[in-house]
T-cell receptor
Framework: AQSVTQPDIHITVSEGASLELRCNYSYGATPYLFWYVQSPGQGLQLLLKYFSGDTLVQGIKGFEAEFKRSQSSFNLRKPSVHWSDAAEYFCAVGTLKAAGNKLTFGGGTRVLVKP | EAGVTQFPSHSVIEKGQTVTLRCDPISGHDNLYWYRRVMGKEIKFLLHFVKESKQDESGMPNNRFLAERTGGTYSTLKVQPAELEDSGVYFC???????????FGSGTRLTVV
């Protein structure tokens, strides 16, 4: 069965500093990986996704993630954090089926941005 | 294009009552998903519709939960009778046929007291 672990429940970062959120997955085949963000009062917004190809994926809002098969990781990074990045971030792994895709989520990492 | 709409955004009910959550997917999206996040836990899959048919309902916790999708358009998720452990945020998502990513709604926060 697939699973996703986000080891950090909370992270506090100063505005302008870099941010890295960790994600480790367990999946028997080639994974299909996502990062979502949930800002207060909002739904889940897709930041980026990885199917195949280049292991460094660019997303929206200046985020990027790197797929490392050898480490079963898909860490999310941003070079310079803005106050609006304060939110909860979720890593997810899915199956790659045209008939529909069930996602398995990690527990989330809540990011607090200090001025 | 309108996004995925869920209502109500919040619902507070007493244990034993019935609650119905509604999801309006993006127009034309065949796939509709329900997920749930119970306090402090992961977001978990509940079920998946393709048009009006249930493709996968392996995540439905028990028979107190009933999901329907009338005419392949909007979907409802009914909890009857509600229990305290049903409290959480219920998310709906939709996608076109053959798509590998989907769009989530903003969720319904259900509190059972």
């Amino acid at each position: 069965a697939q699973s996703v672990t986000q080891p950090d429940i909370h992270i506090t970062v100063s505005e302008g500093a870099s941010l890295e959120l960790r994600c480790n997955y367990s999946y028997g085949a080639t994974p299909y990986l996502f990062w979502y963000v949930q800002s207060p009062g909002q739904g889940l917004q897709l930041l980026l996704k990885y199917f195949s190809g280049d292991t460094l994926v660019q997303g929206i809002k200046g985020f990027e993630a790197e797929f490392k098969r050898s480490q079963s990781s898909f860490n999310l990074r941003k070079p310079s954090v803005h106050w609006s990045d304060a939110a909860e971030y979720f890593c997810a792994v899915g199956t790659l089926k045209a008939a529909g895709n069930k996602l398995t989520f990690g527990g989330g990492t809540r990011v607090l941005v200090k001025p | 294009e309108a996004g995925v709409t869920q209502f109500p955004s919040h619902s507070v009910i007493e244990k034993g009552q019935t609650v119905t959550l509604r999801c309006d997917p993006i127009s034309g999206h065949d796939n509709l998903y329900w997920y749930r996040r119970v306090m402090g836990k992961e977001i978990k899959f509940l079920l998946h519709f393709v048009k009006e048919s249930k493709q996968d309902e392996s995540g439905m916790p028990n028979n107190r939960f009933l999901a329907e999708r009338t005419g392949g358009t909007y979907s409802t998720l009914k909890v009857q009778p509600a229990e305290l452990e049903d409290s959480g945020v219920y998310f709906c998502a939709s996608s076109p046929a053959g798509a590998y990513g989907y769009t989530f709604g903003s969720g319904t926060r259900l509190t059972v007291v």
